[in-house]
């Protein structure tokens, strides 16, 4: 992050608050409660690694970085195995 002139110290705090997973954690322990976890942790992993593919995205266009868009690139072949894993699941349990 620091390589590509992002200072940590900068993000403004309703971000962080707004990403920190205490919603998700919500959904989670009611679907726990509901006895429909599996269901729901699939589709809410679904949900959340399609939004950190798009982000993903995203940064890959606009970063000249060569070293930044290996590491997007490697990581972006371990997030399509996984959404593909879920997206059977959903498929399967739907």
Known sequence: MTNNG??????DKN???KENGSE???KLEDARLNAVFDRTYAREMTYQ???????????YKST?????KTFLESSNSN?????????E???TNG
């Open 15 to 17: 971000v962080i608050d």
């Open 49 to 59: 690694l399609a939004t950190v593919d798009s982000l993903m995205n995203q940064v």
């Open 6 to 11: 992002i200072d940590l110290t900068k993000i």
């Open 24 to 26: 998700l954690t919500k």
């Open 79 to 87: 997030l399509q195995s996984l959404k593909k894993q879920f997206s």
């Open 64 to 68: 000249k970085s060569t070293s930044l």
């Open 89 to 91: 699941f959903n498929a």
